[in-house]
């Protein structure tokens, strides 16, 4: 099993700077999610934490009919570029 490798400030400050551009208001409940995730980040295995994360925002998108769905995807989308820039090393 090949380890993965990578870097924790680099994903949490790209996910950081997405939720800066989020709409205060029409956005609480995605912003909630995020905020939950990043204490998490800081405290627990980093890998596993972010699929988490993945499959809530996923949840999360379903559930409020894509109402966000622009800002999920980009999540979304960040994280996968995460994980693919990890499997390259």
Not at 76 to 82: D, R
């Amino acid at each position: 099993m090949r380890e993965l490798r990578m870097d924790r400030k680099e994903v949490i400050q790209t996910i950081e700077e997405s939720v800066g551009e989020f709409n205060m208001l029409s956005e609480r409940n995605l912003i909630g999610l995020v905020m939950q995730y990043l204490d998490r980040f800081e405290n627990s295995d980093f890998e596993p934490a972010l699929l988490d994360f993945r499959r809530d925002l996923i949840k999360y998108d379903e559930q409020t009919d894509h109402i966000n769905e622009r800002d999920v995807d980009e999540l979304i989308f960040k994280i996968n570029q995460s994980f693919n820039r990890a499997s390259r090393y």
